[in-house]
């Protein structure tokens, strides 16, 4: 149950898209289509911002959006705003029934 | 609106005992499979176990395995978490959360904080 590999911090001005990448295995990310990305604001809790791999939820902005491509997915934040300063995760179902998160990846917006 | 309310958290010493409780509300809790999830201070998140809507089928972190168990009273839209063991390592708030398919947590509580402390 190895953590899903994730860069440690992403910077982006205002205006400008960034991706986030999360590298895991065939046995987590690259065997299912149930990858999700959770953004956290510090003392929040975590939000659901895109599911199974691509998916977004009513009510979060269609700047978001999500892919997979073998065994990494990513996530894409375009027009940047200064709200989207974050922490952000990925998740994803693995063989064994279990859930497994990203290290996480802090969002600086310049 | 979905409320996850999580109670139960506080100070206990390494080798002790702590239950903690999700109260759930404004949604048919049995419909849905649960999940805790912990932050340790300053770091990621990390999955600790979830259970079925009926409370059949259980999976755990191996970081928890034997130590933890999860219930759930579905007459009490209630979720819960049996912590026996506790390390320092333990040490974390502890969220639980709604799980709509496979691996979608739409809806978490505002957390417990448990610190594992001589």
């Not at chain 1, 989207?84 to 497994?100: G, I, K, L, N």
Request: with cysteine; aromatic share 10%.
């Amino acid at each position: 149950q190895s953590a899903l590999t994730q860069p440690a911090s992403v910077s982006g001005s205002p205006g400008q898209s960034i991706t986030i990448s999360c590298t895991g295995t065939s046995s987590d990310v690259g065997g299912y289509n149930y990858v999700s990305w959770y953004q956290q604001h510090p003392g929040k809790a975590p939000k659901l911002m895109i599911y199974d791999v691509s998916n977004r939820p009513s009510g979060v902005s269609n700047r978001f959006s999500g892919s997979k491509s073998g065994n990494t997915a990513s996530l894409t934040i375009s027009g940047l705003q200064t709200e989207d300063e974050a922490d952000y995760y990925c998740s994803s179902y693995t063989r064994s029934s279990t859930r497994v998160f990203g290290g996480g990846t802090k969002l600086t917006v310049l | 609106q979905v409320q996850l309310v999580e109670s139960g958290g506080g100070v206990v010493q390494p080798g002790r005992s702590l239950r903690l409780s999700c109260a759930a509300s404004t949604f048919t809790f049995s419909n849905y499979p649960m999940h805790w999830v912990r932050q340790a201070p300053g770091k990621g998140l990390e999955w600790v176990a979830i259970i079925s809507n009926d409370g059949s089928t259980k999976y755990y972190a191996d970081s928890v395995k034997g130590r933890f168990t999860i219930s759930r009273d579905n007459s009490k839209s209630s979720l819960y978490l049996q912590m026996s063991s506790l390390r320092p390592e333990d040490t974390a708030v502890y969220y639980c959360a709604r799980d709509i398919g496979s691996n979608t947590f739409d809806y978490w509580g505002q957390g417990t904080l448990v610190t594992v402390s001589s």
